[in-house]
């Protein structure tokens, strides 16, 4: 309904590009994409790779030390270190989950989700594309790298 509104009202139309923050505030409260944006900007992550940090948070879904799912795996992951402090560890987590986006989000979602979640890729892959669809952005399917 949101998404079908925002159309209408000229946020999202066929001649225009999707305003990523705005599609972002679809499926995120606004003070996490403020502080998620702060870490996009800062990394210079294009639009579809904003999208893209948008759309990890949404899926991994974290507790407050592992919002975007950084150092999930790991005990006493460098990423973790704000367990007690909302804002700092959303903006740690982010820069992080940015540095690793723009450095690796090279091939696509699939072979994306086999470095970012390798032990859960298909799962991760299936929730982040649901979302990344909100931005207009079709992946190309399960694609492996060449």
């Known amino acids: 309904m949101i998404f079908e509104l925002m159309t209408m009202i000229g946020v999202m139309t066929n001649s225009m590009k999707y305003d990523i923050d705005t599609v972002a505030l679809t499926f995120l ?3 996490e994409v403020k ?3 702060r870490a996009a900007t800062e990394y210079k992550l294009n639009d579809k790779q904003r ?4 759309c990890i948070r949404k899926a991994e879904n974290g507790r407050t030390g592992r919002e975007l799912g950084v150092g999930s795996d790991q005990k006493n992951h460098p990423a973790c270190r704000y367990p007690n402090s909302p804002v700092r560890s959303l903006l ?3 820069k992080w989950a940015s ?4 450095k690796r989000y090279i091939c696509g979602t ?5 470095t970012w979640c390798p032990l859960n890729a298909e799962v991760w892959y299936n929730n982040v ?9 079709a992946d190309s399917g399960k694609q492996m790298a060449k």
């Open 51 to 54: 999208a893209l940090l948008y």
């Open 35 to 37: 502080i998620m944006s």
């Open 110 to 114: 699939w072979v994306f989700a086999l």
């Open 29 to 31: 409260p606004e003070h």
């Open 92 to 94: 740690l987590q982010s």
């Open 129 to 137: 594309t649901f979302y990344l669809r909100r931005f207009g952005y």
């Open 99 to 102: 540095g690793t986006i723009k």
